[in-house]
């Protein structure tokens, strides 16, 4: 099961920041989180990740409570292209499993 | 470097038929994942395959079997399908090294009808 909470939607208008919480209450020490999106009919695409620093990249910024407990990830400038699901995932590097726990993630509609 | 591909994207079989699904990861990965999504369960892990071997699998019926060939193309095997096998099948490649990072296909979309 998933060791994840996310809101099932969230609605963001364009040019505004998203910002896209999630719970990880029971998460382990070598756990990571993981950030991936899915838009409609493609396949899932790699955002963000990070253990316990907050971290940015081109795409987004991923901000971590300090006990790890939950975290954020932001979409700066949020365009209608960032409609999508997004997922939230807990889970050791993939070196060592192979695989993600994927969640219901929260479906963000960004408005015009 | 082109991306992960599926083959084919669309498939209609009838219950009972076997079915095979092809990836081909991205030039150099050795990781193969593949998912099922459907909109009941969302997406689930069927199983990993790295150097043609094995490493990891999900919990699915023994129905669900997969290959990894010497090139690292993977396919993966349905026999006996069911309705509820209908379902959107993802592979996902990383490279030897890659920790974090998945590089989805686009997917085969399977109707059991």
């Known amino acids: 099961d998933a060791k994840t909470t996310q809101p099932p939607s969230m609605d963001c208008a364009e040019g505004r920041a998203a910002n896209l919480p999630c719970n990880h209450s029971?998460?382990?020490?070598?756990?990571?989180v993981y950030w991936y999106r899915q838009i409609h009919s493609q396949g899932p695409q790699y955002i963000i990740h990070g253990l316990k620093n907050n971290e940015t990249n081109e795409m987004a910024s991923l901000i971590i409570t300090e006990d790890r407990k939950s975290s954020t990830l932001i979409l700066p400038h949020a365009t209608l292209r960032d409609t999508a699901v997004y997922y939230c995932?807990?889970?050791?590097?993939?070196?060592?499993?192979?695989?993600?726990?994927f969640g219901q993630g929260t479906t963000l509609q960004v408005k015009p | 470097k082109a991306g992960v591909t599926q083959t084919p994207r669309y498939l209609i079989k009838t219950r009972g038929q076997q079915v095979t699904l092809s990836c081909s990861p991205i030039?150099?990965?050795?990781?193969v994942s593949w998912y099922q999504q459907t909109p009941g369960q969302g997406l689930q892990f069927l199983f990993e395959y790295f150097s043609e071997t094995q490493r990891n699998k999900g919990n699915f019926p023994g129905r669900f079997s997969g290959r990894q060939f010497s090139n690292s193309r993977s396919e993966m095997n349905v026999s006996t399908l069911e309705l509820g096998d209908s379902a959107l099948y993802l592979c996902?490649?990383?490279?030897?090294?890659?920790?974090?990072?998945?590089?989805f296909g686009p997917g085969t979309r399977l109707t059991v009808t």
């Open positions: 030039s150099g990965h050795r990781s």
């Open positions: 995932i807990v889970s050791p590097a993939l070196s060592n499993t192979g695989k993600l726990i």
């Open positions: 996902a490649s990383r490279h030897a090294g890659g920790q974090y990072e998945q590089y």
């Open positions: 029971t998460i382990s020490g070598n756990e990571y």
